[in-house]
């Protein structure tokens, strides 16, 4: 699935209580065996440098570890680390500008050492309201949305034929450009990029007539997306790399969705359970009765005990919403509201009477005229 990312637990082989002291001495030890240094740019093991400093980014900070175990991964997460910080005590301070100084959770340049970076498009957001229900199980939801694509005219190169794009005459396609200064330590070479060329190394001719040489064009986008079950309201989904294109030598941004839950009428969320209020009368609570209640799961018949006292709570096992992370699922809380009757008839009063004569409970004018005889009594 697009956006999905295995457990940071998991990712670092640590367990869920482990404690600051053991999630460091995993990452060292991962980041070891990980490091780009050791491993010379192979692409997979790039990828694990960076899952498991991404986990360790995260856990290792007490506030979004527990941010983490309760939400699950939502990208905010990312929100005011300052990566530089948490890694220099490892000394990987400028791998990490290198990996993620572009924003983080995106792609990052493959080849350490190489002096081209592909630029990267920007981000795109969409917004996408799903049901309740949709939410507690998880969906997969069509999103239409607009982006930059790589122009198809050109294939993203910006240039109208292959012939156009030509070596860039000032740095001869290196891309960079060498200068030499004298100074009193002796003669110092600096690299920078070619001005002329952008850093590309190559120029255009005779840009593309479709997109004008920029090597994309905006255009409508469809994509099929699989929302996790547990989302909530105001969450966001990645989509890494379908966002904006900036042509061909670029890779795109990311796509980010916006989750808004409808809200159901009668039934609430709280965490991972569903907790809905259901009115029954009070001959009902003293008698017992069996009501059909709403559940995420369709009608469910459920039992009401004789005696049962207002605010009494009954619990549907496993019928709540299953989490982010984990795959147990939650309850569903009902919680019962006696209703007293304010519309009696002249014949229900005459029964009600009969009942509370019975058990010798004083009611209505019975109440008032023992106050009056009192009063009475003290006048005397
Ligand atoms: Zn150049
Ligand atoms: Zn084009």
Do not use: W
């Not at 030598?249 to 796509?255: C, H, K, N």
């Amino acid at each position: 699935m697009a956006g999905q990312k295995r457990d940071y637990y998991e990712v670092l082989g640590v367990s869920k209580d482990c404690t600051l002291s053991e999630i460091k001495q995993s990452y060292r030890k991962l980041a070891r065996k990980y490091h780009p240094d050791v491993n010379n740019g192979s692409a997979e093991h790039e990828e694990r440098f960076k899952e498991i400093s991404e986990a360790y980014a995260i856990l290792s900070n007490e506030e979004k570890r527990r941010q983490y175990d309760t939400c699950g991964f939502n990208s905010s997460l990312f929100d005011g680390i300052n990566f530089d910080s948490v890694f220099s005590e490892f000394g990987f301070g400028d791998i990490f500008n290198m990996f993620f100084g572009g924003g983080f959770g995106g792609s990052f340049s493959s080849s350490r050492g190489s002096s081209r970076r592909p630029s990267r498009g920007s981000d795109v957001y969409s917004d996408i309201t799903i049901d309740f229900k949709e939410a507690a199980f998880g969906v997969k939801k069509d999103i239409k949305y607009t982006a930059d694509v790589n122009c198809r005219h050109c294939g993203g190169t910006g240039a109208e034929n292959e012939a156009d794009i030509i070596k860039c005459t000032v740095c001869g396609g290196l891309g960079q450009v060498r200068t030499s200064r004298n100074t009193f330590l002796g003669s110092l070479i600096t690299t920078s990029a070619c001005e002329n060329c952008s850093g590309k190394g190559t120029v255009i001719a005779k840009p593309c007539k479709n997109c004008e040489g920029r090597g994309y064009i905006r255009q409508e986008k469809n994509i099929s997306v699989d929302i996790p079950s547990g989302v909530s309201s105001g969450m966001q989904l990645r989509v890494q790399q379908k966002g904006n294109s900036k042509g061909s030598a670029s890779i795109s941004g990311d796509l980010l969705i916006r989750i808004n839950v409808k809200p159901h009428p009668g039934l609430e969320r709280d965490g991972d359970n569903v907790v809905s209020v259901f009115d029954i009368s009070f001959a009902q609570a003293a008698l017992g009765t069996r009501l059909d209640i709403e559940t995420l799961d369709g009608q469910e018949e459920v039992n009401v005990k004789p005696g049962t006292q207002p605010g009494t709570k009954i619990t549907l096992r496993g019928k709540g919403i299953t989490p982010l992370s984990g795959s147990r699922r939650g309850d569903h809380i009902i919680s019962l509201n006696v209703k007293i009757p304010a519309d009696l008839t002249a014949e229900e009063i005459k029964l009600l009477k009969k009942y509370a004569e019975g058990r010798e409970e004083l009611t209505g004018d019975g109440a008032s005229g023992i106050f009056s005889s009192i009063k009475n009594a003290f006048r005397k």
